[in-house]
Each structure stands twice: as structure tokens, then as C-alpha cells.
């Protein structure tokens, strides 16, 4: 079921979470890394699987262990994302990421304990996309923009905080959970410096990584 449920396997790739599953169990052989980069992390298979084999936990924990030895995953957009990601992770990180925002939402700081805030919309990394894929006029932003509107017809002004960083989702997916962590711990320290209590999104990566993925490894 899981096999033939993937959507690499079903591309006409020669691929099979059950095998490589079976080869590292019962013949200790363990998977050649374009094996385990290949696989998408969609959770198809998880959710076919009669047994709910949890494949793309399995194959989280195998990127981390396959970067240990020192086989890197080759980077797309030629590493530039990875590379901003690792910027934002060096502290402190004086970012210049808010000026496309409307006039009416607040914007505070972490490191300004005197704001505070319980309602905060948590950005991402899409001003930064709307700069790197300038040339397919995205407008990410533009969705976030969108999304604060509607926020406010509803009652709801939440402020955005001027130095949040990634929120770690491609890290973590790929392996590199050092860098995953200290993103994670920047985020979550800026949400208590200013006492959110509400945090919105746009992103559904940054929705599973901040309900899901923060509390697996922050608490």
C-alpha cells in the first residue's frame, strides 16, 4: 500500500519505503542516501499503511544520522535559502523585514520587553521568497497582507514581531536539527518575551512545525 501510494514510486522512480524499511530491519543494509533524500516526507504512505509505520519519521531521523557521516542533501536554488536560513539563526540578527506591512499593524521586538502582545501573526520566510523568486511575481506577501485584513474584520489586530526567523520546517526535514533547534528557541523566546498567546499563520509548514514539530523538540 505504501509503495504504491508514493508519489516518487508512482513518478516511474524505482522506489519503495517498504524495502528500504525491510533491507535496514531484517538484512542490515542501510538505505544509499538518494534513497532517503528522494522521499517527499508527504506522509502518504503513513496514513496507507495498515501497520501506521510512521516512513517519514523513520526518515528524518536517517537524514540526521546520513549528515553525521557527511552526506549533505544537494541544496536547491543553488544553497541560497539554506544559507539565509543559517543567517537568521546567528544571534543577534537585525533583520529588515517589515516595511511591506500595513500601516495599522504593530510591529514589536522581543529584545523591547516593555510590549507586549498576546495576539501575534507569525510571517515566515516569505518576504525574503518574494525577493529570491522576484522574477515570478509571487507576491507572498500580498497573501499575508491578505490574511491580516481578514483578521482584523474579525476583531483580531495581532502585532508581528521584527526579529522572528524561519521557522525551521526544511531544516528539520532535512536532517540538520542543530540548526532546526536553535531557530526553534529563538522563535519560541520572542512569543514569550512579548506574551503571545495566539499565534496565526498563513504557512501550513509553519503551522505543523510550531503546534507540531516545537513542542516535540522544545519541550
Same mark, same amino acid.
Given at each position: 500500500?505504501?509503495?504504491?501510494?508514493?508519489?516518487?514510486?508512482?513518478?516511474?522512480?524505482?522506489?519503495?519505503?517498504?524495502?528500504?524499511?525491510?533491507?535496514?530491519?531484517?538484512?542490515?543494509?542501510?538505505?544509499?542516501?538518494?534513497?532517503?533524500?528522494?522521499?517527499?516526507?508527504?506522509?502518504?504512505?503513513?496514513?496507507?499503511?495498515?501497520?501506521?509505520?510512521?516512513?517519514?519519521?523513520?526518515?528524518?531521523?536517517?537524514?540526521?544520522?546520513? @549528515?553525521?557521516? $557527511?552526506?549533505?542533501?544537494?541544496?536547491?536554488?543553488?544553497?541560497?535559502?539554506?544559507?539565509?536560513?543559517?543567517?537568521?539563526?546567528?544571534?543577534?540578527?537585525?533583520?529588515?523585514?517589515?516595511?511591506?506591512?500595513?500601516?495599522?499593524?504593530?510591529?514589536?521586538?522581543?529584545? *523591547?520587553?516593555?510590549?507586549?502582545? *498576546?495576539?501575534?501573526?507569525?510571517?515566515?520566510?516569505?518576504?525574503?521568497?518574494?525577493?529570491?523568486?522576484?522574477?515570478? *511575481?509571487?507576491?507572498?506577501?500580498?497573501?499575508?497582507?491578505?490574511?491580516?485584513?481578514?483578521?482584523?474584520?474579525?476583531?483580531?489586530?495581532? #502585532?508581528?514581531?521584527?526579529? *522572528?526567523?524561519?521557522?525551521?520546517?526544511?531544516?528539520?526535514?532535512? $536532517?540538520?536539527?542543530?540548526?532546526?533547534? @536553535?531557530?526553534?528557541?529563538?522563535?519560541?523566546?520572542?512569543?514569550? #518575551?512579548?506574551?503571545?498567546?495566539?499565534?496565526?499563520?498563513?504557512?501550513?509548514?509553519?503551522?505543523?512545525?510550531?503546534?507540531?514539530?516545537?513542542?516535540?523538540?522544545?519541550?
Amino acid at each position: 500500500k505504501c509503495t504504491a501510494s508514493c508519489p516518487i514510486a508512482i513518478s516511474g522512480v524505482h522506489y519503495s519505503p517498504r524495502l528500504i524499511v525491510s533491507h535496514l530491519l531484517y538484512h542490515h543494509r542501510s538505505p544509499v542516501p538518494k534513497e532517503i533524500w528522494r522521499c517527499l516526507t508527504c506522509s502518504t504512505c503513513r496514513y496507507r499503511c495498515p501497520s501506521d509505520v510512521d516512513f517519514p519519521g523513520f526518515v528524518q531521523k536517517l537524514r540526521g544520522e546520513i @549528515r553525521k557521516l $557527511g552526506n549533505q542533501p544537494q541544496p536547491t536554488h543553488t544553497g541560497m535559502i539554506g544559507e539565509m536560513v543559517r543567517i537568521m539563526s546567528s544571534q543577534p540578527s537585525m533583520q529588515k523585514r517589515t516595511d511591506w506591512l500595513p500601516q495599522w499593524v504593530k510591529v514589536i521586538s522581543g529584545r *523591547e520587553v516593555t510590549t507586549k502582545s *498576546e495576539d501575534v501573526y507569525f510571517v515566515g520566510c516569505a518576504p525574503y521568497f518574494d525577493v529570491i523568486f522576484d522574477e515570478f *511575481e509571487l507576491d507572498l506577501t500580498g497573501t499575508h497582507i491578505a490574511a491580516l485584513n481578514l483578521l482584523r474584520i474579525t476583531g483580531v489586530e495581532p #502585532a508581528v514581531l521584527a526579529d *522572528e526567523v524561519c521557522c525551521g520546517h526544511d531544516s528539520l526535514w532535512a $536532517g540538520d536539527f542543530e540548526l532546526f533547534e @536553535r531557530l526553534a528557541q529563538t522563535n519560541a523566546q520572542n512569543f514569550k #518575551a512579548v506574551g503571545a498567546k495566539r499565534i496565526y499563520v498563513s504557512c501550513p509548514e509553519c503551522y505543523f512545525t510550531l503546534k507540531h514539530s516545537y513542542g516535540d523538540y522544545l519541550s
